[in-house]
């Protein structure tokens, strides 16, 4: 069983910038598109950002041009650079392919962004 652990959270002022890895016990990510997700209080969980095997990404519009996925196969490890945060990023943040369809979520990595 494949578990996913993110981390890499926590507090910063609007206009800061965080960066969030992912990490699997085995190589998941060569061989599947990967993808960051957050959930707000109160919201359903929704993408962000996601990640091809060929390396394409595509970043939802509230996001765009501020955060980047990447992923590192020979480190098992997925990572979402986050710059100019804003309040509404605040959330809990988790990775899992894209689309969900095998693996468990993880605990996520809580990011609060203060105004």
């Excluded at 699997?24 to 919201?43: C, H, L, V």
Aim: hydrophobic share 35%.
């Amino acid at each position: 069983q494949v578990h996913l652990v993110e981390s890499g959270g926590g507090l910063v002022q609007a206009g800061g910038s965080l960066r969030l890895s992912c990490a699997a016990g085995r190589n998941i990510f060569s061989i599947n598109t990967m993808g960051w997700y957050r959930q707000a209080p109160g919201k359903q969980r929704e993408l962000v950002a996601r990640i091809t095997t060929g390396g394409r990404t595509n970043d939802a519009d509230s996001v765009k041009g501020r955060f980047t996925i990447s992923r590192d196969n020979a480190k098992n490890t997925v990572y979402l650079q986050m710059n100019n945060l804003k309040p509404e990023a605040t959330a809990v943040y988790y990775c899992n392919t894209a689309p969900v369809y095998l693996f468990s979520w993880g605990q996520g990595t809580q990011v609060t962004v203060s105004s």
